[in-house]
Every structure is written in C-alpha cells, then in structure tokens.
C-alpha cells in the first residue's frame, strides 16, 4: 500500500528566504507526482504535476523535482513571500484510474 | 479557467439524517472522484467513477455511501444515514480521458454531523 510522508510538518520562514518541502513515497512504480496547495478551510490547488518520465517541473518560483528510484520528491520555492503561506500537499496515484494518495502536508507560514 | 464546482460549500446535519453533496466537474472531463479530509488529518480518497459506474472505492466507502451521476453534468455523493465520524471536508474532482493527467480539485463541502 502507497503510503506517502512529508517533512518538515510546518515550516515558518521570514520572507524572501528559498525552501525546499520534502516528499517521500514508497512504492516508486508511479506515473506522476502531484503538488497542491491548500488554503485554511479551502479546497485544493493544483501547482505541478510531473510525469514519471521528468526529473523537474517549473511554475514561476516553484520548481519540483522527482527521483523515482529513491521514492522523493521537492518542491523549491524561490524568494518566498507572506502569500506562500499555505499548506503544501504532495500525492501520487495509485494503480488503476489514479486515484490519489496523499501526504499530510507541510504548512508554511512565511512572515513579512 | 474552467473549474470543479460543489455545493452548498456548508452542510451541517444531525445524526442519522440523509446528505447529498452535489458536484459539477469540468465539462469535457471523463473521470470523477471523491475525497474527504478529516480536520487535521489527511485528504483520503473515498471513490473514483467513469463511465457511469464505480470504478474503484476505498474502505471507508461503505454502504453508507452511494455516488451517482445523474445527468450529464452533476456528480452526487449521497450519504445515507450519518454518523458523527462523517464529519469532513468533502472534495469532488475531475480528470480528462488520459492517466497521467492532473487531477481537478472543487472547493470542497464542510460537512458537520451533529
């Protein structure tokens, strides 16, 4: 069974500061990785989506990375700022019809 | 930007009652999804639908729960007799035709069960 953990759980930041959210999984025959940010008390957002066949995605200041045979992800976000404060989940589909499992989030506050 | 929409975005119920939480996905999108997070714990998937059946469901989606897609829009969690422990935020979700395609989040249903 997938089972997918985050570290660090919470993470406060001053901003301007780059940081790395770590994601791990443990069954590495996935297809893709995908991160979300989740708001307090509000739905998901998809950021990226990285396909098993890439090593990195970019947004904007958001870059994810995958590397399947050691079962991790990260997500880099660059010159952080107070309106990245959120919760960051990652979650790899299962096999079948990619139903998600997900981790359970790192939440990042990033003060002025 | 097309987008996943849910209502009501609240719902508070009393034990044992019926719900039906509403979802309308994206339009062009094959692939339906249900998922519930529990405050401060994970986001668990419950089921997934396509062409209109169930295609795959987890533990939790007991007989408790039905999904339905009635027409050809709205994709409907009904919830037949709730408990306390039903207390979540409810997500739908869409996905278009291909694996490998991301996965389209609604806002979510905060559902109470009193």
């Known amino acids: 069974k997938q089972e997918v953990t985050q570290i660090p759980a919470a993470l406060s930041v001053p901003e301007g500061e780059n940081l790395v959210l770590n994601c791990s999984f443990t069954?590495?025959?996935?297809?893709?990785l995908q991160w979300f940010r989740q708001d307090p008390g509000k739905g998901l957002t998809s950021l990226l989506l990285?396909?098993?066949?890439?090593r990195e995605q970019t947004s904007g200041r958001l870059n994810a990375s995958l590397d399947k045979s050691s079962g991790r992800s990260t997500l880099y976000i660059a010159a952080s700022q107070p309106g990245d404060s959120a919760t960051y989940l990652c979650?790899?589909?299962?096999?079948?019809?990619?139903?998600?499992?997900f981790g359970k989030g790192t939440m990042l506050l990033v003060s002025p | 930007e097309p987008e996943v929409t849910q209502t009501p975005s609240h719902q508070v119920t009393q034990m044992g009652q019926e719900v039906i939480l509403r979802c309308v996905p994206i339009?062009?999108?094959?692939?339906f999804y249900w998922y519930r997070q529990i405050l401060g714990q994970k986001v668990e998937f419950l089921v997934s639908?396509?062409?209109?059946?169930?295609?795959?469901k987890s533990e939790i989606f007991d007989d408790q729960f039905s999904v339905e897609r009635p027409d050809g829009s709205n994709f409907t969690l009904k919830i037949r007799s709730t408990k306390l422990e039903d207390s979540a935020m409810y997500f739908c979700?869409?996905?278009?035709?291909?694996?490998?395609?991301?996965?389209?989040f609604g806002p979510g249903t905060r559902l109470l069960v009193l």
């Open positions: 339009s062009n999108h094959l692939y």
């Open positions: 979650a790899v589909p299962n096999s079948g019809y990619s139903t998600l499992t």
């Open positions: 990285i396909q098993s066949s890439q």
């Open positions: 069954d590495s025959a996935i297809y893709n």
């Open positions: 639908f396509y062409n209109n059946e169930i295609s795959e």
């Open positions: 979700a869409s996905r278009e035709n291909r694996d490998g395609e991301t996965q389209y």
